[in-house]
């Protein structure tokens, strides 16, 4: 049995790397927000399960409610140092040569 090169299929190389190019980039863009996704979920979750849930019928007789201060704690100011003035250096810069433009010479298209 004989092959005959005219029934193989040409390569496309540049094609084939095109598409394999975009399916790693789907792939990868998929994974990532999946990946947010399921973080922002368990943040949520965690959350959720670190919040204390107290049950009225839970509590005793004998416990007393904690009351709020009669009077609040004086604040106390916060003291930032002022920001040191800018220091201001004088540099003199040179002018630069000005040469005046000249249309390069040609012979025309005309």
């Known amino acids: 049995m004989t092959t005959n090169s005219r029934n193989k299929r040409q390569k496309h190389v540049a094609r084939s790397a095109r598409i394999l190019s975009t399916g790693i980039a789907v792939a990868s863009t998929l994974g990532i927000s999946t990946a947010l996704t399921l973080a922002a979920q368990a943040s949520a979750n965690n959350e959720a399960v670190n919040t204390p849930v107290i049950d009225p019928s839970l509590a005793t007789a004998g416990t007393a409610t904690p009351t709020a201060p009669s009077s609040p704690a004086p604040a106390t ?14 540099v003199q810069v040179p002018v630069a040569p000005q040469s005046s433009w000249t249309p390069p010479a040609t012979s025309g298209s005309h």
């Open 77 to 90: 100011p916060v003291v930032t140092a002022a920001p040191a003035a800018p220091q201001v250096i004088d």
